[in-house]
């Protein structure tokens, strides 16, 4: 029986064709936001939320490549990089864009649907 962490595992890969923005980092909270944008959809905007995060590897925005989870030979690599020898329970989150990939690291990811768009 899938439980909820799974269903936000499968929110956040199933956005798809989105543009992406680093948009918030709260260091107390080892919480980051990434903001997704449909370019054919202006005012459909989604917060991407992953939260306990150990290791980032992004460009502030990015067009092309949406997020999927990592194999995990890439977990096991990224969580030596954030020096996690343990990394039962944590999640590694890739997306390929055309200039550098993608990498964040965390135990939990969900996503808030229809932010109001801030220009």
């Known amino acids: 029986m ?6 936000y ?3 956040v890969t199933a956005l798809k064709g989105y543009s992406y923005r680093l948009w918030e980092y709260q260091v107390s909270l080892c919480q980051l936001t990434v903001r997704a944008r449909r370019p ?3 005012r459909h905007n989604v917060h991407i939320i992953f939260q306990d995060v150990s290791y980032i590897q992004m ?3 990015w067009y092309e490549g949406d997020f999927e989870l990592a194999s995990s030979d890439e977990l096991c690599m990224v969580a030596a990089k954030a020096g996690r020898s ?3 329970g944590l999640l590694l989150f ?3 864009t055309p200039t550098t990939p993608v990498y964040v690291l965390c ?3 969900g996503i808030v649907r229809d932010v109001e768009p801030l220009y």
């Open 59 to 61: 460009p502030t925005h």
């Open 2 to 7: 899938p439980s909820m962490f799974d269903k």
């Open 86 to 88: 343990d990394y039962e």
């Open 40 to 42: 054919d959809e202006p």
């Open 94 to 96: 890739k997306a390929k």
């Open 107 to 109: 135990s939990v990811a």
């Open 9 to 11: 595992v499968v929110e």
